[in-house]
């Protein structure tokens, strides 16, 4: 059983930066597919990056502002957000998965984190 924990959220203005971590606790952290999805109030969780030995991948909204990376000997995802939007703002989950799909659904994920909220300003 996989354990997730998400740090590093808060409230930011606008062009700001943040650094999320996803801590992860349970056997061979390195052999699961990571994601990182959003939600905002009122809206679907939706997809903001995903990592896997083939690579990583982004959500338009988030590409080129966004940066995904794992560390395997610290058990630990992280994603760089920079130059920050309002529309940013949401609570941010991490999430893993053995399963190899589109990766990009929240319905592909098996593990998922409580969240970290982020708030930018305007």
């Known amino acids: 059983q996989l354990q997730l924990v998400e740090s590093g959220g808060g409230l930011v203005q606008a062009g700001g930066s943040l650094r999320l971590a996803c801590a992860a606790s349970g056997p061979i952290f390195s052999s699961y597919i990571m994601g990182w999805f959003r939600q905002a109030p009122g809206k679907e969780r939706e997809f903001v990056a995903a990592?896997?030995?083939?690579?990583?991948w982004y959500a338009d909204s988030v590409k080129g502002r966004f940066t995904i990376s794992r560390d395997n000997d610290k058990n630990t995802l992280y994603l760089q957000m920079n130059s920050l939007k309002p529309e940013d703002t949401a609570v941010y989950l991490c999430?893993?998965?053995?399963?190899?799909?589109?990766?990009?659904?929240?319905?592909?994920?098996?593990?998922w984190g409580q969240g970290t909220q982020v708030a930018v300003s305007s």
């Open positions: 990592i896997r030995w083939s690579g990583v």
């Open positions: 999430a893993a998965t053995k399963a190899c799909s589109s990766n990009s659904s929240p319905r592909d994920y098996d593990y």
